[in-house]
DNA sequence: GATTATATGGTTTTT
DNA sequence: CCATATAATC
């Protein structure tokens, strides 16, 4: 018996051991799934002799995959693992796809549009349709086409489907049949696929392609998929056929964390997979490994309002734990200066370090209060999520030239750069171009490259024959050249690079080393040696790259794997993670339910299986907090509680929880809170006594105003020697006077050169944005 | 045609 | 509040 099953329990052992034959494994949170899986392979492996280039494994992250073969690796002690095909749907997909492109008449090279490509195609497409992008917007026309894709429906499909185009005449959207025939035509004009072109080209490929399904089919004898509730159809699909020979399909996955409907998942998976295939082991992992009784009494509470559950009943031998800790505030940044001061509280009292820390949060945008907070008290964190690297302007503006080199079919790529940086071609000759393009059906690029055909001014002709001569110039280094080399070369002589260098600003420095940095992330992956079956198509060129970068996310940007910091971000990034401390913020409703999901039952229930995520995810401490009042849209907003704070029983929950903050008084209230903020705005040493609360600002309404009258204006009287002075050198720090808010301290300057505009906090009167062009202002000191 | 001021409108979650 | 789209101005 090898030693690593000494440390399965019986179910756990029973996944592993059972060999031949579809399994599902019915995972409960933090029940050592993970274990299972990679120890599966392990077995399979080197107790079966199957060979690891027969094993797909399809997770849900690439981390999730190179943890995993990091983990395969190190129980079997040689390097076999990295022979195993592991890795995301979309990328295992894209890969493939790659190497079999021809056969649907793709380009080996083709572009993954991302998200934001994709939208700017289905913009291109409605206004060439002199359709209104206001009746289509490009998200609801792009999320009608995912959604579409995700359940295997076609253009043709969708376009004969009655029930649908009775949606869309309902929804005021009646030609979206039209433009899903567009948009996809484009995309294939334009070399490219989505990402949900990744699932539903492959799934294409697989079905009208008997040689190639056979080929994959005869590959991959053993089949594992990681988070199975979150697959969609397309997924389902694909997995079917691909297993349909061996049948040897083991799915992982847990129902109760079904947290993906809205990209098109469905539990119905689930039910469906022990339909579709004979005498299905079904095994359950009920013990949990992670987290305390009281954190998993609770989650189980939580989670029994749902109807519809697969039966299974977690318990977990840890010990009781402390009860759960609800935290409440006045407004949103209070929120986040009580989680932040909770934190440190507990570094110094427990021995935390900050890595042991997770602040989670249902939408991004809540990111903000914390993240200020934690930076007021020295606390290292780490956002992840919100706009990936590669998403950033500058860092897709130089891709694009990446992409263009390597397929000048690309459209999207194109339009982004030929007048990046400026060369004199703007607008109106751009459209005349693609005019041109639509209307002799050619790509944008060999209209460009023929422009001399076409009509334009003698200057604009220039420029574009100057850029079409740089592009050509590129790709003819292309297979003299590495990926950096190359691309060294084209931030070089494009002045891209000098460009941003000789930006001294702040954001032009940031832009700058974003640049850098992906021009190490380049090198580095051309120094990265070969995985021994990658060379199927000479897999270590820029399209290889640029394919792969596209389908990374934040997450598995994370080099500095250990590194000490508190980590904030969506509970959907959190899945599959566990800290010993985990804060669930915003836990209000409208929020979190969020007020776009409490439209049916089901929608409520995924917002509630969101919840049980992010309460699961912590080993020792859990933290809930909900604020009265936040900022929505710029201005304050009231909210309840969240209903599923009602949901906990009482006698697990810790009403009375308060940290250092509220003890000094600093964040149980609106006038505590506003001594904070003068605190921390450099006032602390200031030898001004401590004023009225009123750090109210001309934005940011009082909680209090709508109760209480505005904020009143303590009159002051200026001062007898007031001449107004000079502003167009005022600095942040100085001291002001005003005639009418009185003494102040300059805390920003922001607005445009010709209208620049100061924050001061007044002394008397708070915090006010003042526009120097109309104000008096007597320059103190 | 480029640069800059103003309007608008949008927030759920992500490969 | 924020980012992007449009208008205005040089």
């Known amino acids: 018996m090898p030693k690593y099953l000494d440390e399965l329990n019986e179910p756990q052992k029973e996944a592993v051991l059972h060999k031949d034959g579809p399994i599902m494994i019915i995972a409960g949170a933090g029940s050592g799934k993970t274990k299972v899986l990679t120890t599966r392979i392990t ?13 797909l494994a399809l997770t849900f992250t690439n981390k999730a995959a190179a943890e995993m073969k990091e983990r395969i690796e190190r129980i ?31 380009p080996n090279n083709f572009t993954i549009y991302d998200t934001d490509d994709a939208k700017s195609v289905v913009k291109t497409v409605v206004n060439e349709m002199s359709l209104d992008d206001k009746q289509y917007k490009p998200n609801t026309v792009y999320n009608r086409i995912s959604a579409a894709k995700n359940a295997l429906i076609g253009s043709a499909e969708y376009a004969n489907d009655g029930i649908l185009q009775q949606e869309d005449a309902r929804a005021n959207r009646p030609m979206l049949a039209q433009i899903y025939e567009a948009y996809a035509r484009r995309c294939f004009k334009n070399g490219a696929m989505d990402f949900d072109d990744l699932l539903y080209k492959f799934y294409l490929l697989l079905k009208n392609h008997p040689e190639a399904l056979s080929k994959y089919q005869r590959k991959f004898k053993y089949i594992l998929i990681d988070e199975y509730q979150d697959t969609n159809p397309a997924q389902y699909e694909i997995i079917k056929l691909l297993g349909a020979m061996h049948e040897n399909v083991c799915v992982v996955g847990d129902d109760a964390q079904s947290i993906y409907s809205f990209r098109g998942a469905t539990i119905e998976n689930i039910l469906q997979f022990q339909k579709d295939y004979d005498d299905v082991k079904v095994v359950k992992l009920e013990q949990n490994y992670r987290s305390t009784q009281n954190i998993l009494k609770v989650a189980n509470e939580i989670i029994s309002n749902n109807k519809g559950q697969i039966e299974k009943t977690l318990f977990t031998t840890n010990e009781e734990g402390e009860k759960i800790k609800l935290i409440r505030t006045m407004t949103d940044n209070d929120e986040g200066k009580m989680v932040a001061d909770t934190i440190k509280e507990n570094k110094l009292r427990n021995h935390f370090f900050n890595k042991d820390f997770a602040i989670l949060y249902r939408t991004n945008a809540q990111s903000r209060s914390f993240e200020e907070a934690l930076r007021r008290l020295g606390i290292a964190y780490r956002i992840y999520g919100g706009m990936s690297f590669y998403q950033r302007k500058e860092v897709k503006d130089f891709i694009a030239y ?25 607008k109106t000759s751009i459209d005349k171009a693609v005019l041109y393009a639509n209307e002799n059906n050619l790509t944008l690029w060999e209209v460009i490259s023929n422009a001399a055909l076409y009509g334009f001014r003698s200057g604009t002709l220039e420029s574009i024959d100057g850029f079409v001569t740089s592009i050509k110039m590129f790709q003819s280094e292309l297979n003299k050249k590495n990926a950096y080399d190359l691309a060294v070369i084209v931030g070089k002589s494009t002045g891209i690079v000098k460009e941003l260098f000789n930006d001294k600003t702040t954001e032009g420095l940031a832009r ?14 051309t120094e990265t040696p070969l995985n021994e079956e990658d060379g199927e198509v000479g897999d270590k060129g820029l399209g290889a790259y640029l394919q792969q970068i596209v389908l990374l996310t934040d997450a598995d940007n994370e080099d500095k794997e250990n590194q000490d910091v508190v980590k904030l971000m969506t509970i959907h990034a959190a899945k599959g993670l566990e800290f010993p401390v985990i804060f669930v913020g915003g836990l209000e409703e409208t929020l979190f339910p969020n007020a776009m999901s409490i439209n049916t039952r089901e929608e409520l229930e995924e917002e509630r299986r969101l919840f049980y995520v992010a309460i699961t995810r912590a080993k020792q401490k859990l933290f809930l907090s909900f604020s009265n009042a936040r ?47 003068r605190m921390h705005r450099g006032f602390g040493r200031s030898a001004e006594p401590p004023v009225h609360s009123t750090t109210h600002t001309e934005n940011k309404k009082s909680i209090l105003s709508s109760i209480a009258a505005r904020p009143q204006v303590k009159e002051h009287t200026p001062s007898e020697n007031f001449v107004a002075s000079d502003t167009s050198k005022l600095q942040q720090g100085q001291k002001v006077e005003h005639q009418k808010f009185g003494y102040g301290l ?31 202002l007597r320059i103190v000191e």
């Not at 992409?403 to 007048?419: G, H």
């Open 512 to 525: 700058y080393e974003n640049v850098q940095e992906l021009l190490n992330s380049i090198k580095e992956f």
């Open 402 to 426: 990446l992409r263009l080199i390597v397929n000048t079919k690309d459209e999207e790529a194109l339009k982004r750069i030929i007048n990046y940086p400026a060369r004199g071609i703007g």
């Open 43 to 55: 077995h399979l492996m080197s107790a079966h002799n199957i060979d690891a280039f027969n094993i």
């Open 76 to 106: 079997l002690g040689n390097s076999e693992a990295r022979n195993l095909y592991v890795g995301t749907f979309h990328s295992v997909f894209a890969r493939i796809l790659r190497a079999e492109a021809g056969k649907i008449g793709y």
């Open 631 to 677: 900022y929505r849209f710029g201005q304050l907003q009231q909210n309840e509680p969240s209903r599923f704070i009602d949901e906990m029983p009482e006698q697990y929950l810790d009403r009375s929880y308060a940290g250092v903050a509220a003890k000094n008084n600093a964040s149980t209230g609106w006038a505590a809170g506003s001594a904070y903020e």
């Open 746 to 776: 300059v805390s920003k300057i922001d607005g445009s050169a010709h209208n620049p505009v100061a924050t001061i906090v007044f002394d008397n009167n708070g915090e006010k944005k003042i526009m120097l062009n109309y104000a008096k």
